[in-house]
């Protein structure tokens, strides 16, 4: 399969109407020849097919006309390029559906949800792979907040795929003079970097709720990027893929802005609002918390050590107090910082 195979300008189904999915519409449109945005939502589908807006998941933005939205996933039958943009529960039966639609076998399928089964423990490309295993098939992970992306803000991305044609094909089409855009064949590393850096941003945010300070909050993204080096090398990543884009360049976007779902959770639970009351002030699915639940359990099987994932999924999932778990973390006996 060459990149000379692929249309130069596709058209391109975007499975999920959210800020990310709205905002990488935007990004691809230039690049392609039909634009569709794929949801549930009855409001917010009208929103961009009359207002040419998606107030609830951007506010204040203008999209493009040329961005139709649709609730009819029967759309994707005629996409050379599929975006899954949906929250990591949503990814298995929607591979599913598409299945059932019976897609071409030379349609591209991109993850570009940030997430851990739960029970299997796999990746998202890994559940779409084993569903739809004969598919295209890339990632996309990044230091990439959708509302600056949409306002054309300056912004680097990885795109990670086992096949260098699919991941250069995709480069193609996504690198913009706002929009830089690496390769990658480590999906693994990739996709470990980009779900573990969300539990490591609700531990920031509880600790910035808790007003534990600027020092504090570091100590925690340094030790959670040791952690996610430590994971995720024993579960087959790269040690350089959690040092780029995917890996410390999203742990720091998404650690320390306010634009970051996770964070702003994080905050709420260090300032004494339950799990469920933030949630609910959320609104939107905070990854974090789920994938918590799911990476914890695959640390526990893999017999690596993660402290800081196991004090966040105390605080998640056992009640424990926000305060005496961090207190507990920052507490334990004294270790070298660099392990053998």
């Not at 949800?113 to 779409?128: F, P, Y």
């Not at 094909?169 to 990739?190: M, N």
């Not at 040690?239 to 802005?257: E, K, Q």
């Not at 994080?266 to 949630?279: A, D, F, M, P, R």
Request: net charge negative; aromatic share 4%.
């Amino acid at each position: 399969m060459n990149t000379h195979n692929f249309p130069t300008a596709p058209r391109i189904a975007v499975v999920g109407c959210g800020s990310w999915g709205t905002a990488l519409a935007t990004l691809l449109l230039p690049a392609s020849s039909q634009m569709t945005l794929v949801g549930r939502n009855e409001d917010v589908i009208e929103d961009i097919n009359t207002r040419h807006r998606n107030e609830r998941y951007l506010p204040g933005e203008l999209l493009d006309p040329r961005i139709k939205a649709s609730n009819d996933l029967s759309v994707t039958r005629d996409a050379d390029l599929i975006l899954l943009v949906l929250p990591s529960a949503a990814i298995r039966s929607t591979a599913e559906q598409l299945v059932s639609l019976q897609i071409g076998p030379e349609v591209i399928l991109t993850s570009c949800s940030k997430g851990i089964e739960r029970g299997t423990g796999k990746r998202m490309s890994e559940v779409i792979s084993e569903i739809l295993p004969d598919q295209p098939l890339a990632a996309l992970s990044g230091p990439n907040h959708a509302e600056e992306v949409c306002k054309g803000l300056a912004t680097m991305t990885v795109i990670g795929s086992a096949n260098s044609n699919v991941s250069d094909y995709l480069q193609g089409l996504l690198t913009s003079p706002s929009f830089r855009c690496y390769t990658s064949d480590d999906l693994t590393g990739i996709e470990w970097g980009g779900a573990m850096k969300n539990i490591f941003a609700i531990a920031s945010g509880i600790a910035t709720g808790l007003g534990l300070g600027d020092n504090a909050t570091a100590g925690l993204v340094t030790r959670g990027l040791a952690e996610m080096i430590r994971l995720g090398t024993a579960l087959g990543g790269k040690p350089d893929t959690f040092t780029g884009l995917s890996g410390v360049g999203d742990l720091i976007a998404t650690c320390y802005s306010h634009h970051s779902r996770n964070f702003r959770a994080g905050i709420s639970i260090g300032e004494g609002n339950t799990v469920e009351g933030t949630l609910k002030e959320a609104g939107m699915v905070v990854e974090g918390i789920p994938n918590c639940q799911s990476i914890y359990e695959v640390a526990q099987k893999s017999g690596v050590r993660t402290p800081l994932i196991d004090s966040i999924y105390h605080v998640l999932y056992e009640n424990q107090p926000a305060a005496e778990a961090l207190r507990e973390l920052l507490t334990r006996a004294p270790r070298p910082e660099v392990e053998s």
